[in-house]
């Protein structure tokens, strides 16, 4: 089980093969698609559908080696949706069709928030270094622009 390096915001980072959810350290693996079916189905039913798997018992999170950078992200996110559904005890609150759309919005929900939080830390940073000047209020208003 290998780090995966992957381009994000156009620099190459390390996509480390743990993570860590409710005090629990899960490993991430990036299987080829036929492993990645066999996995939790070892008779193959998902017929080439699954790109990410999170296994509970053995603490493993798998994921689709052909994927790529973005999709890797957010199916990583998927399933630590899943982890955090399992491990709060709400999955049998949910069909498994809503745990899907529920692990869906989370992985988006995350993806928005790293884009967003990243883009603001660089302006932030840019403006710390050019003029100290600039209030609070002023950074709220560039953070959220009048619509028209």
Same mark, same amino acid.
């Given at each position: 089980?290998?780090?995966?390096?992957?381009?994000?915001?156009?620099?190459?980072?390390?996509?480390?093969?743990?993570?860590?959810?409710?005090?629990?350290?899960?490993?991430?693996? $990036?299987?080829?698609? =036929?492993?990645?079916?066999?996995?939790? %189905?070892?008779?193959?039913? &998902?017929?080439? *559908?699954? !790109?990410?798997?999170?296994?509970?018992?053995?603490?493993?999170?798998?994921?689709?080696?052909?994927?790529?950078?973005?999709?890797?992200?957010?199916?990583?996110?998927?399933?630590?949706?899943?982890?955090?559904?399992?491990?709060?005890?709400?999955?049998? $609150?949910?069909?498994? =069709?809503?745990?899907?759309?529920?692990? %869906?919005?989370?992985?988006? &929900?995350?993806? *928005?928030? !790293?884009?967003?939080?990243?883009?603001?830390?660089?302006?932030?940073?840019?403006?710390?270094?050019?003029?100290?000047?600039?209030?609070?209020?002023?950074?709220?208003?560039?953070?959220?622009?009048?619509?028209?």
């Amino acid at each position: 089980m290998q780090d995966k390096k992957i381009r994000f915001w156009n620099k190459e980072v390390t996509l480390k093969n743990t993570i860590t959810v409710c005090g629990r350290d899960y490993s991430i693996e $990036f299987l080829n698609n =036929d492993e990645l079916n066999k996995v939790g %189905d070892p008779d193959g039913e &998902t017929s080439g *559908a699954r !790109i990410g798997y999170c296994d509970f018992i053995t603490g493993s999170i798998y994921i689709d080696e052909r994927l790529d950078e973005y999709m890797a992200r957010t199916t990583l996110a998927h399933e630590v949706a899943h982890l955090l559904i399992d491990t709060l005890g709400v999955n049998n $609150f949910f069909t498994k =069709d809503q745990i899907e759309s529920i692990c %869906d919005i989370a992985a988006q &929900t995350h993806e *928005a928030m !790293i884009k967003k939080g990243i883009q603001y830390a660089r302006r932030t940073a840019d403006d710390r270094s050019s003029s100290r000047t600039e209030t609070r209020a002023d950074d709220r208003k560039n953070l959220h622009p009048k619509r028209h």
